[in-house]
């Protein structure tokens, strides 16, 4: 299958600095990527979806404004979480799919801890 | 609006007994249905997905799953689980056929194989 790749796997930041968290995909052009957050021992939610060139679409009570996503290329998806507080720990994960497969590919995830 | 039940969070099962894993959904038109497994601290990774045809259905590493409208349930199995089979499964419902498409997850069982 294809590959999608998260970077950084897991990162810690200090409450009020802003992260970066990148997803790709290797093999294949993604024209719609997804973001997930997943808390301890809990499920996957979706936070939003993007598509190459426009803005994302996000779900009710994400806030865009804290939760910046870019989707600049077919392969390249970013979330920056702006002014990181200890409620945004939490763990990340990226999903990618191209306009003619059924299947979106999912990336490692990240693990963003902020002290 | 869609939402899917995993009632059971952990299940413990001995390396070479048959599995079941429950997934109950609710959903007002046609589901796309989909299991996930998750390893600790990685991404998800697709067992097997029904959209429509034969309610039974078969995945990757010797999971199957049966749709069965009547009882809104969409069960995975496998007939004799592995020590590697120890993970987080998540069931999911879709809005389409593109799998990752605001898909809906429920609250994962947590699998554990004893030797």
């Known amino acids: 299958g294809a590959v999608v790749s998260q970077h950084p796997s897991w990162v810690i930041c200090k409450s009020g600095t802003s992260v970066k968290i990148e997803c790709r995909s290797l093999?294949?052009?993604?024209?719609?990527m997804f973001w997930y957050r997943q808390f301890p021992k809990q499920s996957l939610m979706l936070m939003a979806t993007?598509?190459?060139?426009?803005?994302?679409?996000?779900e009710q009570g994400v806030e865009k404004d804290k939760f910046l996503i870019n989707h600049a290329s077919l392969t390249l998806s970013t979330l920056t979480v702006t002014s990181a507080h200890p409620e945004d720990s939490s763990f990340y994960i990226c999903s990618a799919r191209d306009s003619m497969n059924t299947e979106a590919f999912f990336g490692q995830g990240t693990r963003l801890t902020v002290v | 609006a869609q939402s899917v039940t995993q009632p059971d969070i952990h299940i413990t099962v001995s390396e070479g007994a048959s599995l079941e894993l429950r997934c109950n959904y609710s959903y007002g038109a046609t589901p796309y249905l989909f299991w996930y497994v998750q390893s600790p601290g990685q991404g998800l990774q697709l067992l097997l997905k029904?959209?429509?045809?034969?309610?039974l259905v078969q995945g990757i590493k010797g999971f199957e799953a049966e749709f069965k409208r009547s009882q809104s349930s969409f069960n995975l199995r496998k007939p004799s689980v592995h020590w590697s089979d120890a993970a987080e499964y998540f069931c999911a419902v879709g809005a389409s056929k593109a799998a990752g498409n605001k898909l809906t997850f429920g609250g994962g069982t947590r699998v554990l194989v004893k030797p």
């Open positions: 093999d294949f052009q993604a024209t719609t």
């Open positions: 029904y959209f429509s045809g034969d309610t």
């Open positions: 993007s598509n190459e060139g426009s803005k994302a679409t996000y």
